[in-house]
């Protein structure tokens, strides 16, 4: 259980870090804002 949380923690932060990646890449950089995920813990 204790794994699976952190695999899925580790999928979240890959998943943020992709979005800004692309964000980035595309140009638009006034859309890089921290996002919400961290409320949706259990």
């Known amino acids: 259980k204790r794994k699976a949380n952190w695999k899925r923690k580790a999928h979240l932060e890959a998943q943020k870090a992709?979005?800004?990646?692309?964000?980035?890449l595309s140009g638009r950089s006034s859309f890089v804002y921290p996002t919400q995920e961290e409320e949706d813990e259990e």
Do not use: C, N, R, T
């Open 18 to 24: 992709l979005s800004l990646g692309k964000a980035v």
